[in-house]
């Protein structure tokens, strides 16, 4: 057993996922020696509590990494592209929950239920996977290795905590001028940047992320690409459709998969999935129990039910999985992550 305790900075630490982070780092009592708080010039200087010390918040530049052992990046992909390797240089080994890096061959993408052992290879930056991505390979790995996987076809109820912090407000005061009778004007979602913007409140948006040259969303490509890159399965068939609801944390998603070796029964998928590590099973239509988004805000778990049989397909079922984006999605699984490198000794 290590009894090392470790020099930790958070990127982003203001930020929706940076808050559950120090959260998560807090509850799992993840052996820190010294924290930094760092984000953009706008928050520096300002107050956060840690484990009821003050904290003050630091700009992040490239000295700021002196000393650092783990940086948890999650400021957006252009920090992370200009400062994660000023990390690297200085020694600290970098988990980044942006797209920055998660499709580079030389860097592991990594959701621990599935694929610890490629932390093993890395170059010092780690990708944490987008957050729809993540949840859904915690489901799907366990019932790849007992009956094999050919096709995926998902489409996602995601919540706006996924956008940030300024994307939660702006659902909230649409949501209150609506119901005021008052004017409002979309400013942010579906993206921020993009040139057109829509009204979240009372409605379902199919955009997340910027459209692709083959009439996808970038979100979408992110699960297609991420998924058969985790699970190390290139051949596999996924197909994603991932639509924005007004929802402030918890992402939910239809998923219909077809197994290689068709004929398992509906009760062997819910006992092989209920003993699954990171899985709850809410799994029984008698008494109303499925997975529901208001009821997994705040924990760590990827929650499945509403498995059934495809009626036309031996090999084919339909699930539906839900998960805190913010924590399983983004926090928890870095933290995770950092957890993992601990274990496997692979934090010098
Ligand atoms: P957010 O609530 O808008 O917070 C953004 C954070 O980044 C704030 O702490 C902000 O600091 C900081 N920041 C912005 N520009 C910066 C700069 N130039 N230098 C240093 N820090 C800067 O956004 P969020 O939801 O926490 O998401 C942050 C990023 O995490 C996203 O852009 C995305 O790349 C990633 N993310 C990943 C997942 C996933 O699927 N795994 C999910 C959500 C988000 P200030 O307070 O100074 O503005
Ligand atoms: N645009 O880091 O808007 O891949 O919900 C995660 C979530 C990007 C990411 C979102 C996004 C990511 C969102």
Redesign the pocket.
């Known amino acids: 057993m290590t009894t090392a305790n470790y020099h930790v900075a958070v ?8 808050q559950q982070m120090l959260k998560t780092l807090e509850e799992r009592q993840f052996p820190i020696a010294s924290l930094k708080l ?6 520096a200087g300002k107050k956060v509590t840690f484990k009821g010390e003050e904290y003050t918040v630091e700009e ?1 530049t490239p000295e700021a990494f002196e000393g650092v052992q783990v940086a948890l990046f ?4 252009s ?1 992370s592209k200009a400062l994660a390797p000023e990390a690297v240089k200085r020694g600290a080994i970098v988990v980044d ?3 920055a890096f998660r499709m580079d061959p030389t860097v592991p993408l990594v959701v621990p239920e599935v694929n610890e052992a490629d932390l093993k290879d890395h170059n010092g930056i780690i990708a ?4 729809s991505t993540i949840q859904m390979v915690v489901a799907l790995e366990p019932i790849r290795e007992k009956y094999g996987l050919k096709k995926v076809i998902v489409s996602t109820y995601q919540a706006v ?6 994307a939660i407000e702006e659902m909230k005061q649409q949501t209150r001028d609506i119901l005021d009778g008052k004017e409002f004007t979309p400013q942010i979602l579906p993206v921020s940047g993009d040139k057109k913007h829509y009204q979240i409140a009372f409605n379902a948006v199919p955009q997340i992320d910027l459209f692709q040259d083959n009439g996808y969303t970038f979100e979408e490509m992110k699960m297609i690409n991420e998924t058969k890159k985790i699970m190390h399965m290139a051949n596999l068939e996924v197909a994603a459709t991932c639509v924005r609801l007004p929802v402030e944390t918890g992402h939910s998603e239809s998923v219909y998969i077809e197994t290689e070796q068709g004929g398992a029964s509906v009760q062997e998928l819910k006992d092989l999935l209920a003993q699954a590590p990171g899985i709850t099973l809410q799994d029984d239509p008698a008494n109303q129990v499925y997975p529901l988004a208001s009821e997994c805000v705040g924990k760590n778990d990827v929650f499945v039910g509403r498995i059934r049989h495809d009626l036309n397909r031996d090999n084919g079922y339909h699930m539906w999985i839900v998960s805190d ?1 913010l924590l399983k ?2 926090a928890w699984n870095s933290v995770q992550i950092a957890e993992s490198l601990v274990k496997l000794g692979l934090l010098s």
Do not use: D, F
């Open positions: 990127v982003g630490a203001t930020g929706a996922v940076g760092l984000s953009s010039k706008r928050s992040a999650s400021a957006g992909g920090v929950n942006t797209s944490n996977p987008n957050c905590s996924g956008a940030g912090l300024e984006n999605g983004a």
